[in-house]
Each structure stands twice: as structure tokens, then as C-alpha cells.
């Protein structure tokens, strides 16, 4: 059965956040080498590609010992901690925060400061150890509860009022069931703050329709993306013959056996260029065995 048709997702690729942060490493790199409190997106092209350019990714123990030098704080957001850190040790910021996580951040502050005298507690949810939620649970001094699963509830004393947030990447099928799980437990008020971002909340319908439009998917993304996972059980969900690839010679013969549409998605982590050469490398397949 021929290739007939390779299609690029439209909706996939960077988000804001993503394309801000970028933005503003290769402007700085103009001035030189400039250090990274992690890697800047989940995905290793990308990584790589600004490495040669001088940029330098750094974990926070290596941060610390830093003095007199610039360092990029990614679209993820970092911690109170880290701001006060460059600031002793006369580092300059660049600060690539997203302004969503960022707005995000202050809500949570202002919602501990404000159960801290209520009797409440904020909940979080998000996946732990992310560096979104590190970031946001600093804004509570540690003090919040952060749920990844309905298990995880159990947790939460639901005697005392809940204020509830998500993680800006989460998604929303799993945000509504732990708001009913919580609202179903709760003896106490439970305020909800939806902090999904929409750039990724909406990506969920788009791409199960253009899942289900092709005979197999190939999923490009970093393999530390949690967004990238996320979407990938999406495109699971809808069609079977979906392959999660981080490159684009990851793409086997084998895997174009029976397929006339191929559909080529991305994270919000995923650069534009990994989807076209995933493509390409169909189409170079497809025709080295007389499949297009």
C-alpha cells in the first residue's frame, strides 16, 4: 500500500513560553557565552543547537557557586531562592519565565498568604519534582500539597478549605476529575483557580482529530518533555499505529507497512524543523521502497 499523503500538524510546536525563552538566549548569546538553570526546552536538538552557540545548561548546586555572570532562568519559572541568590552573588538575570507560569506563581503566593490565616491549604496539581512545580510550590515555602493522581488526595484534610490549582501544562480531563474528587471529599470549601494554560488544554481535541485522520502518527518530542508524554497517550488514545521518536531516524521501514497517511505531531517542546525532517524522512523512505 503507497504513501499517499504526509501531513505536518498544524497546532503543533513551540508554545509562547517556549519561543520567548529561545528568543531571548540567542539575543544574549550575541553578547557571549550565558549559562541556563537547566535545559531550555525538553528537547535535545533544540539544546544542542544553542550549545554550540554558547549556551551553557547548569544544574541550581552549580547556580550557586556562580558569581558575577548572566544566567538565563527558562520558560518553567524558578524559585524565590534563585532571584535572591543572583542577587548576593551579583548575577544578572535573564529572565525567560513565562507569563503565564508567572501569574500563576503570584496567585499561588497570595492564596498561602491568605489560608495561612484562614485555616486552609493550597493543592497543586501537578507532577512532582517538574520544574514548574518546584518553582510554584516555593512560592509557599514548601508549605502546599501537590497531587498528581485521585490517590494522592488522600493527603489533603478536607475539614479545612482547599484552594485548588494546576500545574500550567496539566491536562484537563485530569484537572476535572480531581476538582469532583475533591468537591465529592470535601466538608470544607473548596475554591478552584484553572490554571491550564490554553495553548496546551487545547491542543488535546485538535490533535485527537488529526490523530484519527491519519493510518499512523509520528510523535516527535524530547524524551524529558512531560507535556510531550501527555500528548503522546492522547494520540495513543485515538490511534494505535501512533510512535513516539525523538529524531527523525528513528523512523523504521517497517513501521510504513500497510499506510497510505502519515501525520507528523510535536510537543509544545518541539521544534518545527524536527517535525519537517521526521516528514522527510518518510517520504525518503517511502520512496527507497517503492511505498510512494
Known amino acids: 500500500m503507497p504513501v499517499t499523503r504526509v501531513e505536518i500538524d498544524k497546532n503543533s510546536g513551540f508554545c ?18 550565558l549559562y541556563c538553570i ?5 528537547n535535545d536538538i533544540e539544546v544542542r543547537r544553542l550549545a554550540r552557540r554558547g549556551l551553557c545548561p547548569i544544574d541550581h548546586e552549580t547556580f550557586s557557586g556562580l558569581r558575577r555572570c548572566r544566567v538565563l532562568f527558562r520558560a518553567h519559572g524558578e524559585p524565590p531562592s534563585s532571584y535572591a541568590l543572583a542577587v548576593r552573588n551579583e548575577i544578572e538575570v ?5 507569563p503565564v507560569v508567572l501569574d500563576l506563581q503570584r496567585k499561588i503566593r497570595e492564596a498561602h498568604a491568605r489560608t495561612r490565616t484562614g485555616g486552609g491549604q493550597v493543592v497543586i496539581y501537578g507532577k512532582p519534582g517538574h520544574a514548574e512545580v518546584v518553582a510554584l510550590l516555593a512560592q509557599t515555602g514548601g508549605e502546599a500539597l501537590v497531587v498528581e493522581g ?3 488526595l488522600e493527603a489533603v484534610d478536607f475539614t479545612r478549605p482547599v484552594v485548588l490549582f494546576s500545574q500550567t501544562t496539566q491536562g484537563l480531563d485530569g484537572f476535572k476529575e480531581i476538582v469532583e474528587r475533591a ?8 475554591s478552584v483557580h484553572d490554571t491550564i494554560c490554553r495553548k496546551v488544554a487545547n491542543r488535546v481535541p485538535q490533535l485527537k482529530a488529526f490523530a484519527a485522520s491519519h493510518d499512523a502518527i509520528f510523535f516527535v518530542s524530547g524524551e524529558k518533555s512531560s507535556n510531550g508524554k501527555q500528548l503522546f497517550s492522547v494520540c495513543r488514545e485515538v490511534n494505535p499505529r501512533s510512535y513516539f521518536i525523538q529524531h527523525a531516524s528513528d523512523i523504521r521501514v517497517e513501521m510504513l ?9 510535536g510537543a509544545t517542546s518541539t521544534p518545527r524543523r524536527a517535525m519537517e525532517e521526521a516528514a522527510a524522512r518518510v517520504r525518503q523512505l517511502a520512496q527507497e521502497c517503492n511505498l510512494l
Open 16 to 33: 509562547f513560553g517556549v519561543v520567548n525563552a529561545i528568543r531571548k538566549a540567542e539575543e544574549e548569546l550575541r553578547r557571549g557565552p
Open 94 to 98: 535573564i529572565d525567560a519565565s513565562c
Open 183 to 190: 468537591r465529592e471529599r470535601a466538608t470544607a470549601p473548596v
Open 257 to 265: 507497512d500497510n499506510i497510505e497517511s502519515v501525520g507528523v505531531s
Open 150 to 152: 485521585v490517590e494522592d
Open 38 to 42: 537547566g535545559d531550555i526546552v525538553h
